[in-house]
C-alpha cells in the first residue's frame, strides 16, 4: 500500500465520522463518543501525516506551498475541534461549529486528493511512495496504540 492509498484509508475513516456526527441531532451521548473518535482520528491522521508525508514534501520545490497550505489546514482544524470541545454537545450552537468543521476537513480531503497527490505523484519515486506508506501506516499505529 502506497502513501496515497494509506492516506485514503483514513481519509474515508474521517468522511464516516463526519456523516455519523451530523447524523446526531438529539443523542447527545452518541454525539459525544463520536466526536471524541473523531477528534482522535484527526489529531494522529495530522500528526503521522505531517512526519511522514509533508515533511518529505516541504524539502521539494513543486510541492512546497502545496504542503505548507495543508500544514497550516490542519491548524485551522485542531483550532475548530478545541472550539467544539468547549461547546455543550446539546447545544444547537456545536452543530452550527461543526458543519463549520466538516465544511473544512471535507475541502482538506479532497483537495489533497485531487491536488497533492496529483503534485506529489509526480514529485516522488514509486519506491518512496510505498516507504512513506510504510511509514506513515507505521506511525498510526504507534499514534493509536498509545491512546
Not at 74 to 80: I, N, P
Not at 107 to 134: I, N, R, S
Amino acid at each position: 500500500m502506497n502513501v496515497f492509498e494509506a492516506l485514503r484509508h483514513d481519509h474515508e475513516v474521517q468522511r464516516d465520522l463526519l456523516n455519523r456526527l451530523e447524523d446526531t441531532q438529539g443523542a447527545e451521548q452518541l454525539r459525544q463518543q463520536n466526536f471524541a473518535k473523531l477528534k482522535d482520528e484527526l489529531s494522529q491522521h495530522a500528526a503521522a501525516e505531517e512526519k511522514c508525508f509533508y515533511a518529505q514534501l516541504l524539502t521539494v520545490d513543486l510541492t512546497q506551498d502545496k504542503a505548507r497550505h495543508s500544514v497550516a489546514e490542519h491548524k485551522e482544524m485542531d483550532d475548530l475541534v478545541e472550539e467544539l470541545a468547549e461547546i455543550d454537545y446539546s447545544s444547537p450552537q456545536w452543530l452550527q461549529k461543526f458543519k463549520d468543521l466538516k465544511h473544512l476537513v471535507s475541502h482538506h480531503l479532497d483537495e489533497e486528493e485531487q491536488e497533492v497527490f496529483q503534485m506529489a505523484g509526480k514529485a516522488l519515486t514509486d519506491k518512496q511512495k510505498e516507504y512513506l506508506g510504510e511509514q506513515y501506516r507505521n506511525e498510526m499505529e504507534r499514534h493509536r496504540k498509545a491512546s
